[in-house]
T-cell receptor, first 121, second 116 residues
């Protein structure tokens, strides 16, 4: 079954204690992304990756790190979590996007993981 | 710059009625894609429908259709014959092809509640 798997689903932790949220996809997608969802703000992109070893900042990257050493995995790292990072986090993947006149993948929806609810006390 | 606006934070609709969820966008990219997602109370994100900027016809998927008005930069989702199971958050999203193909932005969402 095609899926994006995030772990953990729920985590309560304390300020300053490093944590990693894992994300894995089995669809051979080039593009992967992390979002956080907060009430009234929708989903905001944290980081994205166009392919292995190619990552870039989204709209709200402060306080987060990512890596893309393998195509299937895209972990989100909070080196020193703070209470303002309490949120619902989603990982997503989709085929890559080309830049020719008929770009591949631009019409492909993202596949989302089930979400990770983080509470930082 | 990319921008997505959903002006209806919440809506109540009677079961079996049609409902329109508004979405306007801003982009300078000539080529882009627009997506609608549904998020039920269980939290998962479910893809509903896609509209490409060069598509000649409005997209349809079962009870979902997209009222795409390119000149007005609007991409409203229409749900026909609403059902109780349609109660959820709905998000509009946009992906530009050329200027920032890597970024995908979402609106703030509309919470739809269907009354029996």
């Amino acid at each position: 079954e095609a899926q994006v798997t995030q772990n953990p689903r729920y985590l309560i932790t304390v300020t300053g204690k490093k944590l990693t949220v894992t994300c894995s996809q089995n669809m051979n997608h080039e593009y992967m992304s992390w979002y956080r969802q907060d009430p009234g703000l929708g989903l905001r992109q944290i980081y994205y990756s166009m392919n292995v070893e190619a990552t870039d900042k989204g709209d709200v990257p402060e306080g987060y790190k990512v890596s893309r050493k393998e195509k299937r995995n895209f972990p989100l790292i909070l080196e020193s979590p703070s209470p303002n990072q309490t949120s619902l986090y989603f990982c997503a993947s989709s085929p890559g996007v080309g830049r020719d006149s008929r770009p591949y993948g631009s019409n492909q929806p993202q596949h989302f993981g089930d979400g990770t609810r983080l509470s930082i006390l | 710059a990319q921008k997505i606006t959903q002006t209806q934070p919440g809506m109540f609709v009677q079961e079996k009625e049609a409902v329109t969820l508004d979405c306007t966008y801003d982009t300078s990219d000539p080529s882009y894609g627009l997506f609608w997602y549904k998020q039920p109370s269980s939290g998962e994100m479910i893809f509903l429908i896609y509209q490409g900027s060069y598509d000649q016809q409005n997209a349809t998927e079962g009870r979902y259709s997209l009222n795409f008005q390119k000149a007005r930069k609007s991409a409203n989702l229409v749900i026909s014959a609403s059902q109780l199971g349609d109660s959820a958050m709905y998000f509009c999203a946009m992906r530009e092809v050329y200027s920032s193909a890597s970024k995908i932005i979402f609106g703030s969402g509309t919470r739809l509640s269907i009354r029996p």
